[in-house]
């Protein structure tokens, strides 16, 4: 999985920041959740200059799906839909920009 941003642009995608999100491991319990630590994105591009006003996204890049074994058992599951939200809009400002240290 994998959080980024995204300038929108005369309908283009170019990502300006990402981050790879650690992989889920190990024994998961019934109905539990994955929380992931998201870095705070310092309106930069990923060569560290500032961005220019325009629209954003941020989304999470995730597989079609999961698979996963239920303890004591040998057949593969597979999870689908595995988040109903998977990104945010934002315009930015240059007011946004110039407030950044």
Do not use: C
């Not at 994998?2 to 929108?8: A, C, F, G, N």
């Not at 283009?12 to 920041?17: A, L, S, T």
């Not at 109905?31 to 200059?49: Q, T």
Request: no cysteine; proline share 7%; hydrophobic share 35%.
């Amino acid at each position: 999985m994998e959080y980024q941003i995204v300038k929108i642009e005369d309908g283009q995608e170019q990502v300006m920041f990402s981050h790879k999100l650690a992989p889920l491991t190990g024994e998961v319990p019934e109905y539990g959740w994955y929380e992931a630590k998201l870095p705070v994105w310092n309106l930069k591009d990923s060569d560290g200059r500032p961005v220019t006003p325009g629209t954003y996204v941020a989304k999470i890049v995730i597989p079609d799906g999961l698979q996963y074994t239920v303890e004591g058992s040998a057949e593969v599951q597979t999870l689908t839909r595995l988040s109903r939200f998977t990104k945010w809009e934002y315009d930015i400002k240059q007011d946004d920009i110039d407030s950044v240290p």
